[in-house]
C-alpha cells in the first residue's frame, strides 16, 4: 500500500499493472519471492475476502469457488479509497520511518490509520508459537463506539455493544452471538456460530427448493457444493438435483428436493452435516507497540483511537 501511495496509484489515477507495482516492492521493500506479494495484493482486492477492500483490482482476481488469479502480467490496480485513509498525512511525521533490507530506501514501521482496520478487515494468521483470528467489522460501528468511548469515559463493554452488534463479514450469514461473543469481546477469545442464508421456497409444480443466498465467511462455495452432491451420494441426505446459479458477485446455490421430502429436515441436516453453518473462534492477538504480543478486548483496541 505504501508503495503504491508513493507512485501515486491512487483510487482517483490510472490502473496500473500489478508486474509494475509488485517490482517495485520487491526492489524496494521485500527482497523475497513476487508470488507472495502478489497473493498478499490480490486478497486486498477481493470482496468476499476483505469487508472493505485496500486495493481496486482490473482483470482476473480470483473468486470464491478458490479459482486463483491470472498471472500479475495480465492484472491491473490501484488503491482504494479506504487504503488512502490508512496512509492519509504520512509525509507529514505522524509515524515513525525505519531503513529498508540495503539502506537505500525508508519505509514506515507502521501506517498512520485513521481508520481502525484491525477490526473493518480482521486478521487471520499463523507466526511462530503464536496466532491470531481477529473477525471483520462494520464500519458505522465501529465509529459509533469510537464516539460512544469519547463522550462517555466510563463506557461499558455493555454500551460498545450496543453499537458493536458483532462481526459483519464480507460473504454475508447468520452471526449468532449472545453469551460466546459478549466473552469474546471482553477477553479477547471466544466463539461465534455462522450459519448460511437459505430460504424454502415451493415451485410451480408444487415440488420445494432451498435457496441460498450468503454462505458462512471463509467458506469455498465450489467445495461446499461439492461436498452436498458427496452427501447425496452416500445417502446421507436425500435430494434431486444442486445447481450454482451464482453470478456478478452474488451467491445463489439451488438445491432442489423430491416430491415427498421434507424441507425444514433437510436443511437442518446441511446445516450439520456441511460447511452451511460454522464457527469462529475469535483470538484478538497483536502486537502492542510492533514488540509485545496480548490478547487484546473490544475496549482494548478502540482505545488507540481516541
Same mark, same amino acid.
Given at each position: 500500500?505504501?508503495s503504491m501511495n508513493q507512485n501515486g496509484n491512487r483510487s482517483n489515477a490510472k490502473?496500473?499493472?500489478?508486474?509494475?507495482?509488485?517490482?517495485?516492492?520487491?526492489?524496494?521493500? +521485500? @527482497?523475497?519471492?513476487?508470488?507472495?506479494?502478489?497473493?498478499?495484493?490480490?486478497?486486498?482486492?477481493?470482496?468476499?475476502?476483505?469487508?472493505?477492500?485496500?486495493?481496486?483490482?482490473?482483470?482476473?482476481?480470483?473468486?470464491?469457488?478458490?479459482? @486463483?488469479?491470472?498471472?500479475?502480467?495480465?492484472?491491473?490496480?490501484?488503491?482504494?479509497? +479506504?487504503?488512502?485513509?490508512?496512509?492519509?498525512?504520512?509525509?507529514?511525521?505522524?509515524?515513525?520511518?525505519?531503513?529498508?533490507?540495503?539502506?537505500?530506501?525508508?519505509?514506515?514501521?507502521?501506517? @498512520?490509520?485513521?481508520? @481502525?482496520?484491525?477490526?473493518?478487515?480482521?486478521?487471520?494468521?499463523?507466526?511462530?508459537?503464536?496466532?491470531?483470528?481477529?473477525?471483520?467489522?462494520?464500519?458505522?460501528?465501529?465509529?459509533?463506539?469510537?464516539?460512544?468511548?469519547?463522550?462517555?469515559?466510563?463506557?461499558?463493554?455493555?454500551?460498545?455493544?450496543?453499537?458493536?452488534?458483532?462481526?459483519?463479514?464480507?460473504?454475508?450469514?447468520?452471526?449468532?452471538?449472545?453469551?460466546?461473543?459478549?466473552?469474546?469481546?471482553?477477553?479477547?477469545?471466544?466463539?461465534?456460530?455462522?450459519?448460511?442464508?437459505?430460504?424454502?421456497?415451493?415451485?410451480?409444480?408444487?415440488? +420445494?427448493?432451498?435457496?441460498?443466498?450468503?454462505?458462512?465467511?471463509?467458506?469455498?462455495?465450489?467445495?461446499?457444493?461439492?461436498?452436498?452432491?458427496?452427501?447425496?451420494?452416500?445417502?446421507?441426505?436425500?435430494?434431486?438435483?444442486?445447481?450454482?446459479?451464482?453470478?456478478?458477485?452474488?451467491?445463489?446455490?439451488?438445491?432442489?428436493?423430491k416430491k415427498d421430502a421434507y424441507p425444514k429436515k433437510i436443511l437442518n441436516q446441511?446445516?450439520?452435516?456441511?460447511?452451511?453453518?460454522?464457527?469462529?473462534?475469535?483470538?484478538?492477538?497483536?502486537?502492542?507497540?510492533?514488540?509485545?504480543?496480548?490478547?487484546?478486548?473490544?475496549?482494548?483496541?478502540?482505545?488507540?483511537?481516541?
Amino acid at each position: 500500500l505504501y508503495s503504491m501511495n508513493q507512485n501515486g496509484n491512487r483510487s482517483n489515477a490510472k490502473f496500473v499493472k500489478s508486474a509494475r507495482i509488485i517490482g517495485d516492492v520487491m526492489g524496494k521493500y +521485500h @527482497p523475497h519471492g513476487d508470488s507472495a506479494i502478489y497473493d498478499s495484493m490480490v486478497r486486498l482486492a477481493q470482496n468476499w475476502s476483505m469487508r472493505y477492500m485496500l486495493v481496486q483490482g482490473q482483470g482476473n482476481f480470483g473468486s470464491m469457488d478458490g479459482d @486463483p488469479p491470472a498471472a500479475h502480467r495480465y492484472t491491473e490496480a490501484r488503491l482504494n479509497k +479506504h487504503a488512502e485513509e490508512l496512509l492519509d498525512d504520512i509525509e507529514k511525521d505522524t509515524v515513525d520511518f525505519r531503513d529498508n533490507f540495503d539502506g537505500s530506501e525508508r519505509e514506515p514501521s507502521v501506517l @498512520p490509520a485513521r481508520l @481502525p482496520n484491525l477490526l473493518l478487515n480482521g486478521q487471520i494468521g499463523i507466526a511462530v508459537g503464536m496466532a491470531t483470528n481477529i473477525p471483520p467489522h462494520n464500519l458505522g460501528e465501529l465509529v459509533d463506539a469510537i464516539i460512544e468511548m469519547i463522550d462517555n469515559e466510563d463506557a461499558t463493554l455493555d454500551d460498545l455493544l450496543k453499537h458493536v452488534k458483532g462481526p459483519d463479514f464480507p460473504t454475508g450469514a447468520v452471526v449468532y452471538g449472545g453469551a460466546p461473543m459478549k466473552q469474546a469481546y471482553q477477553t479477547g477469545r471466544g466463539s461465534v456460530t455462522i450459519r448460511a442464508v437459505a430460504e424454502i421456497e415451493e415451485t410451480k409444480k408444487g415440488r +420445494h427448493q432451498i435457496i441460498v443466498s450468503e454462505i458462512p465467511y471463509g467458506v469455498n462455495k465450489a467445495t461446499l457444493i461439492e461436498k452436498i452432491a458427496d452427501l447425496h451420494k452416500e445417502k446421507k441426505i436425500v435430494i434431486s438435483d444442486i445447481r450454482d446459479e451464482s453470478s456478478r458477485g452474488t451467491v445463489r446455490i439451488v438445491i432442489e428436493l423430491k416430491k415427498d421430502a421434507y424441507p425444514k429436515k433437510i436443511l437442518n441436516q446441511l446445516y450439520k452435516l456441511t460447511a452451511l453453518q460454522t464457527s469462529f473462534h475469535f483470538n484478538m492477538l497483536a502486537l502492542i507497540d510492533g514488540v509485545q504480543p496480548r490478547i487484546l478486548g473490544l475496549q482494548e483496541i478502540l482505545s488507540e483511537f481516541i
